[in-house]
C-alpha cells in the first residue's frame, strides 16, 4: 500500500528525517510513534506529496506519488495535525463542500454525521463546537468519501479520554472495512490497542518497529516484580526463579502488602532507547 | 469545473454570516440610496453621489472582500484542505473572483436604480469591467499575506488610494494629476461622460494599462507564492 525507501529531508541546514524505510501492507492500522518534533508530521507531508524531499523514493497503491491519478487521490483521505473547519458555516454545510469536490451524494452527509455521533449538532456552526466535537468533524470530514488509505496526523492530540475512545472506535471500524491507516501519535497506550504495526521515530530515525506485542517481547527484560512491603518498603525482583524463593519468604512473613508485576510497554521501550518520555510532562499531567 | 461552482456555492453561503465581507458589499450602494434620495442640495451636479460612491465601491469592497477571503482561509488552515481534495488554485481564484464579482455588480444594480435606464448598460458595463481590475489586486493582497492581519493592514493603503483619489480630486488640481493614473479616477471621469462614443482614448488605455499591472502583478504573485 505504501512502500518508502531511504527518506531524507533536510529544513535549512538540518536534517529532519535520515533514511526512512516503509512497507505498509493493505488492512493494517500503522502508527508512527514519537514524540513532538520527531518529523512525524513531515513524514506524512512527504508520503502524500505535499513536500518535496531530497533522496529515497515513495510509493503509494504502487506508483509513485506524482503519478497518483485524480482517482488515486480520491481514495485518500488525509487529515493533517492543523487542518482546520469553515467556522461559520454549520457542520452539515462543512461536509457539503466536500461531498461536492469529491462528487459524493448529499445523502452521505448525514450518514457520516451520524457515524461520528454529530448528527445532533448537524446544524451548528462549528464554531460553536467542542474541541472534540470539532475533531470528530474533521474525522468525517475524511470518511464522508469512504477512503482506501486514511492518514490520521496525531487523530486524538489534546482531547479527552472520552473522545478519544470514540475515535478508536471510529478508526477499527474503518479498519473492518478493509481501510488501510496510517496514524500519527505520542500516546503509547493509544498505539498498542489500535496498532497491527508500529514504529518509534526519534529525530529523524526510526528506532524500533514492528507489532506492538512484538516489539514489548523484545525488551523482556524489563519486566520486573514490584513489591510494597508493610514496612513502607519498596523491593524491585527479576522475573526469575531466585525472586519465586524471595517472594515465598516474603509472603511467609506476612510482610508484603501489595505485589505487581510490571510489563515492557511501548512507552519504556521508547525511554530505554532515547531516554526520554514520548509525551512532555505537561501532556501527561492533562491526559 | 465542478470546483470552481463548489467554491462560488460555498461563498454564498457564507455570505450572510461573514459580517466583515457584507459590510462591504452592502456600505456603498446603502448609502448611495440614502444620498441620492434623501439629501437635495442645490447646484450639486446631477447623481453626483451615486458616481462618487460607485468608484468609492470599486476601489473598495472587491479589494478587500477577495483579501480578507484568501487570507481568512490561510490563517484558519481551510485552503489546505481544500487544496489536499485537489481543488487548483487557480480553481479556487476563480470561483472566489466570480463570487466577489456578482456580488459587487448585485451591488452596482443597487446603485443603478438611481440613474436614468438609458445609461444604465453603460454604467454596468463600465462597472464590471472595473471590479475585475480591484479583483484582481485584492487577489495579490491575499497571496502575498499569511494572515487576516498582515492581509487588513496591506489592504488599507491601497484601497484608500484607488477610493479616495478620485473624490480628493475634485478638490485640488495636483491631486487630480496624479490621480488620473488610477483607473478609479478615469472611471469616474467615463461615468461623468455616461456614453460609449465619449470614451477618450486616454481613459481608455490607463484602464487598460492598470488592468494590464493588476492582471500581471496578479501572474507574477501566484507563480511566486501560490497559494501557500
Ligand atoms: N516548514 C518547515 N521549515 C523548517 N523546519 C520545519 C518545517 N516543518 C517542520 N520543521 C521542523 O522539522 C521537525 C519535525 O517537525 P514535524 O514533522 O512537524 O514533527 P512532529 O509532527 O513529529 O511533531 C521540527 O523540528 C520542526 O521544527
Ligand atoms: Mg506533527
Aim: glycine letters at 6%; charged letters at 25%; a neutral charge.
Amino acid at each position: 500500500m505504501i512502500e518508502a525507501k531511504n527518506i531524507c529531508k533536510r529544513f535549512a541546514d538540518r536534517e529532519v528525517l535520515s533514511g526512512i524505510d516503509l512497507d505498509i501492507r493493505p488492512g493494517m492500522i500503522f502508527g508512527l510513534l514519537g514524540p513532538s518534533g520527531a518529523g512525524k508530521t513531515t513524514l506524512i507531508k512527504i508520503i502524500t506529496g505535499q513536500l518535496v524531499f531530497e533522496s529515497g523514493e515513495v510509493k503509494v497503491f504502487g506508483k509513485n506519488v506524482a503519478d497518483l491519478t485524480g482517482e488515486d487521490k480520491r481514495q485518500i483521505g488525509i487529515m493533517m495535525d492543523d487542518h482546520g473547519v469553515y467556522d461559520r458555516m454549520s457542520c452539515a454545510d462543512n461536509l457539503k463542500i466536500f461531498a461536492d469536490i469529491f462528487g459524493v451524494p448529499y445523502s452521505n452527509i448525514a450518514k457520516t454525521l451520524k457515524e461520528v455521533g454529530l448528527e445532533d449538532a448537524a446544524k451548528k456552526p462549528a464554531m460553536k463546537l467542542s474541541k472534540g466535537m470539532r475533531a470528530r468533524l474533521r474525522l468525517a470530514r475524511v470518511l464522508m468519501v469512504s477512503p482506501k488509505l486514511l492518514f490520521l496526523d496525531e487523530p486524538t492530540s489534546g482531547l479527552d479520554p472520552m473522545t478519544m475512545r470514540y475515535i478508536h472506535k471510529l478508526i477499527m471500524e474503518q479498519k473492518e472495512k478493509g481501510c488501510t491507516i496510517f496514524l500519527t501519535t505520542h500516546n503509547m497506550e493509544e498505539a498498542s490497542v489500535l496498532c497491527d504495526e508500529v514504529a518509534l521515530l526519534n529525530e529523524g530515525k526510526i528506532i524500533e518497529r514492528g507489532a506492538p506485542e512484538d516489539v514489548c517481547r523484545r525488551y523482556n527484560h524489563q519486566r520486573k516484580i514490584l513489591i510494597h512491603l508493610t514496612t513502607g518498603e519498596d523491593i524491585e525482583l527479576a522475573h526469575d526463579t531466585y525472586s519465586a524463593g524471595k517472594i515465598s519468604s516474603l509472603m511467609e512473613q506476612g510482610t508484603v502488602e501489595t505485589i505487581h508485576s510490571s510489563e515492557p510497554s511501548l512507552e519504556t521501550v521508547f525511554i530505554e532507547l532515547t531516554g526520554r518520555r514520548l509525551e512532555s510532562e505537561e501532556e501527561v499531567k492533562y491526559a | 469545473m465542478r470546483n470552481v461552482v463548489t467554491i462560488v456555492k460555498k461563498q454564498l453561503k457564507d455570505t450572510l454570516k461573514n459580517k466583515t465581507v457584507l459590510i462591504q458589499f452592502v456600505m456603498f450602494p446603502v448609502l448611495t440610496l440614502i444620498f441620492e434620495h434623501a439629501i437635495n442640495i442645490p447646484d450639486m451636479p446631477e447623481l453626483f453621489f451615486a458616481k462618487l460612491f460607485s468608484v468609492m465601491y470599486m476601489g473598495m469592497a472587491p479589494l478587500t472582500a477577495v483579501a480578507a477571503i484568501i487570507s481568512e482561509e490561510k490563517e484558519k488552515n481551510t485552503l489546505r484542505v481544500l487544496m489536499m481534495a485537489n481543488v487548483k488554485p487557480w480553481e479556487y481564484l476563480i470561483g472566489v473572483g466570480i463570487y466577489v464579482w456578482t456580488i459587487c455588480m448585485v451591488g452596482a444594480g443597487v446603485i443603478a436604480t438611481s440613474f436614468p435606464a438609458k445609461d444604465i448598460p453603460f454604467y454596468l458595463a463600465v462597472m464590471a469591467a472595473g471590479f475585475i481590475i480591484s479583483i484582481a489586486v485584492g487577489a495579490c493582497v491575499g497571496i502575498f499575506a499569511p494572515n487576516q492581519m498582515v492581509s487588513t493592514s496591506m489592504v488599507l493603503p491601497v484601497m484608500l488610494v484607488f477610493s479616495f483619489a478620485p473624490m480628493l480630486a475634485m478638490f485640488n488640481d495636483k491631486i487630480e494629476k496624479i490621480a488620473r493614473i488610477f483607473y478609479t479616477q478615469q472611471i469616474r471621469i467615463l461615468l461623468n461622460n455616461m456614453t460609449f462614443d465619449g470614451i477618450k482614448p486616454e481613459s481608455f488605455a490607463i484602464v487598460a494599462v492598470n488592468a494590464l499591472l493588476a492582471i500581471i502583478l496578479f501572474f507574477a504573485a501566484f507563480r511566486k507564492k501560490g497559494l501557500e
